[in-house]
């Protein structure tokens, strides 16, 4: 199955990463999953999902742990390093450009109002991921069950995430294994 | 301010590995460090800093570069920058070509099985609680949920959906 997919060259790797950091306005993670599952399609939504659950469980920031992941699985070593310089490279100029120029224009009524709006659409697109690669889940029963109450227990119990981590992972590893023991059959 | 660029790239460094969960849940953790423990800045300009980092594109993570910036200018945002994805990225470098090595192995399978819904609830967790700390009218939350339909059904580039966000938020309704 993965055969029919395409394998970036490094300059893909890099031309990719690059819009990715571009066009990731309040949170990355729907820009890049857009772009590596739509667009180029290097992944599919499940891959992407193993991808991000590794950037997610590991201590930094989860984009820059995807582009790691993502380019050492295309390319190694140098991969990761092109991904991740081409993620954070033109952000950087763009973020010290404003930074030295506009110390204060934080502050604009303008510029406030705008980022109310962005910021009201972009836990909206984080939504729409979500459901996209829940639709792309194995249904079962398990599975169902566990994206329920991590998500209550992030979102309505607000527990700490180490402690959703700690207590998650194995609960979902041992229903993984059983799943793996029974065949993979559904 | 004269704080060493090593000592900004260590803090940093203890950061990265700190951040299970992404740039988002450490905010607090900087803001104690940065404000509270070692006055380097007041709390409305470290505000400040953080509305820069959100207004600009790219990973939201890049706020510590602005701490850097702050600090110590250019090469304190490279040296924070640094520091924060280093030793993480490292530590990722590392797992995945453990996971490699395990390719055929039925753990491996029962590990990515077992990962994937708890992947999927804390991605759509962390949409929720990102709305409820923006949203602050209920025309806001209107716009989060209105998006979350529109971005799930069509196939729009979400450049649109933040422009028009953007747009909406310019006639001060939100």
Wanted: charged share 10%.
């Amino acid at each position: 199955m993965d055969t029919a997919r395409p394998t970036p060259t490094l300059r893909e790797l890099f031309t990719g990463f690059f819009m990715i950091g571009l066009q990731g306005f309040g949170g990355v993670l729907p820009i890049a999953r857009r772009m590596m599952v739509e667009e180029r399609q290097w992944l599919d939504d499940k891959q992407f999902t193993e991808v991000l659950g590794l950037g997610q469980l590991l201590p930094g920031p989860n984009i820059v742990n995807v582009s790691i992941v993502v380019g050492k699985r295309f390319h190694g070593l140098a991969g990761s390093l092109t991904a991740m310089f081409a993620l954070l490279f033109a952000p950087l100029v763009i973020l010290l450009l404003l930074a030295t120029l506009y110390g204060q224009y934080g502050q604009l009524p303008a510029v406030r109002h705008m980022l109310s709006g962005v910021s009201a659409v972009a836990p909206g697109l984080v939504l729409a991921m979500g459901a996209r690669l829940a639709s792309k889940l194995d249904r079962r029963i398990w599975t169902g069950l566990l994206v329920l109450a991590t998500f209550a227990a992030i979102a309505l119990w607000r527990l700490p995430l180490l402690h959703v981590l700690a207590i998650g992972i194995p609960v979902g590893i041992a229903f993984g294994y059983q799943n793996v023991r029974r065949g993979e059959k559904p | 301010m004269n704080v060493s660029l090593m000592r900004i790239f260590l803090l940093h460094c203890m950061f990265s590995l700190m951040a299970v969960g992404g740039a988002n849940v450490l905010l607090p953790e900087l803001h104690r460090h940065v404000v509270d423990l070692n006055g380097w800045m007041s709390s409305t300009e470290f505000a400040s800093l953080y509305a820069i980092a959100q207004a600009a594109p790219g990973p939201n993570v890049l706020i510590v570069s602005l701490i850097g910036w702050k600090l110590r200018g250019i090469p304190g945002a490279l040296v924070a920058t640094i520091g924060m994805c280093g030793p993480s990225s490292v530590l990722t470098y590392g797992v995945s070509l453990l996971w490699d090595r395990f390719k055929a192995s039925p753990w491996r399978r029962a590990i990515e099985q077992g990962l994937a819904p708890i992947t999927i609830g804390l991605v759509l967790g962390s949409g929720c609680l990102l709305a409820r700390a923006a949203d602050l009218t209920f025309a806001a939350y209107a716009v989060t949920a209105v998006t979350a339909v529109v971005a799930y059904r069509s196939r729009f580039n979400p450049l649109w959906l933040l422009a028009a966000g953007a747009a909406l938020g310019l006639t001060g309704l939100l």
